[in-house]
């Protein structure tokens, strides 16, 4: 893991355009921040999903046409603290629907925190955690011969440029069969000051957030960034609808790594290019969609218009 970082760090430093990988956000400090953020006034899109999962509850469950008689298992990538899925969950246990949860994570402790208070929240769900890489443990269930539902919530495939995102729809495609759906969350393309604002908030908690990223490189790879010198820059382009945000250095200096025995130079207004939060609507899905076995089935959308959840089945 240090190694992987290292090398990113050296090639996204290293780059004309300078640039460091999202991903690494999520550190402790970094979860934490996050939480925060999801707690924003400003950072709707937590709260507009969450209201689709508790609003329309008994809508999700007849748009994935689940019945109560006919087995499926609900996997869920990249659980997190399950707030929204819950809702989900509770209405599925209640009414007796046939069906085991999955959730997939890196993290070993998120999977027991939330195995925990599923086991006192909903205690006759039946949890069955799986740690690792997505792809893995998808692997994993290539044998089982069920009909699946895929969770991809909070538009986390919003940090995926629409290539990556092409490719890994294309990977997950070639893993499930005919009949199987994903439920995928996506962040809606709107008006510049909203999106801008969720990125830009008054607490300072989202450039904090960012900012992190140059602490883990000071203190695990022992770098040298004066943080101060760098400010959050958060952009988006409402036609194309993509946010993105930058580190930007206040001032011309250098800056040394120890760990890869090397320094480099920033001049004054030098951007560092950290993470691309893609907006969404029905022509981005279906062209991401195009080389796959998807098809838009259904989506469900929150009382503002901000977030959609579609289900993409596969035929
Ligand atoms: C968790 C990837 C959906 O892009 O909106 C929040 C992360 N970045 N504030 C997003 C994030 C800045 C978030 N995702």
Redesign the pocket.
Known sequence: MIEEFKEAVNKGLSAKNKNLP?KY?YDKKGDAL?VE?MNLPE?Y?TRAEYEIFKNQTLKIITSLNLKKDTYFELIELGAGDGTKTKELLKLLDKEAYDFDYFPIDFSQNALDNLDKTLQTEIPSLSVKTKQGDYFKVLESFKDSKHQKVILFL???I??MTDDIANVFLQNLSASLALGDQLFLGV?LIKAKDIVLT??NDSKGI?AA??LNLLNRINTELKGNFAINTFKHLPEYDEIEGI?K?FLVSTKDQDVFVEALNKSFHFYKDEKIHL?V?RKYNDDIINSIIAKTKFKISDKLTDSNNYFSNYILKIV
């Open positions: 999202s956000f996050f953020i950072y899109l909070g538009s986390n919003g940090n962040d969720a990125y989202t957030f960012n946010a945000s993470e939060s």
